[in-house]
Nanobody
């Protein structure tokens, strides 16, 4: 099965931007739906964005719609999350996850990366 490694997190001021990357290894990357989730301290993990495996349709949580953009590059076995107009509420550990078929429920995913920390200062 595919394995995932996130990168690109860091500390940024409110209103700034970050670009997260999720690099995948393993077979048939293009057939997987890839998603980003995040978990803030003391909160449950929540869906952020997803992209289908069968095409490039993307889906976003209402809280990030218009600010975040998810994309995939099957030639590089990678997905990206461009995060603009960041807010302190975006502070969390961001995880990449993969499965066959898009889902907004983290319990539906069995393949996860290790996460990358994003901190937005006010």
């Amino acid at each position: 099965q595919v394995q995932l490694v996130e990168s690109g997190g860091g500390l940024v001021q409110a209103g700034g931007s970050l670009r997260l990357s999720c690099a995948a290894s393993g077979p048939a990357f293009s057939t997987y739906a890839l998603s980003w989730f995040r978990q803030a301290p003391g909160k449950q993990r929540e869906f952020v964005a997803a992209v289908r495996g069968s095409n490039d349709d993307t889906y976003y949580a209402d809280s990030v719609k218009g600010r975040f953009t998810m994309s995939r590059d099957n030639g590089k076995n990678a997905v990206y999350l461009q995060m603009d107009s960041l807010k302190p509420d975006d502070t969390a550990v961001y995880y990449c996850a993969a499965r066959f078929g898009v889902s907004r429920r983290d319990s539906d995913y069995r393949v996860w990366g290790q996460g990358t920390q994003v901190t937005v200062s006010s």
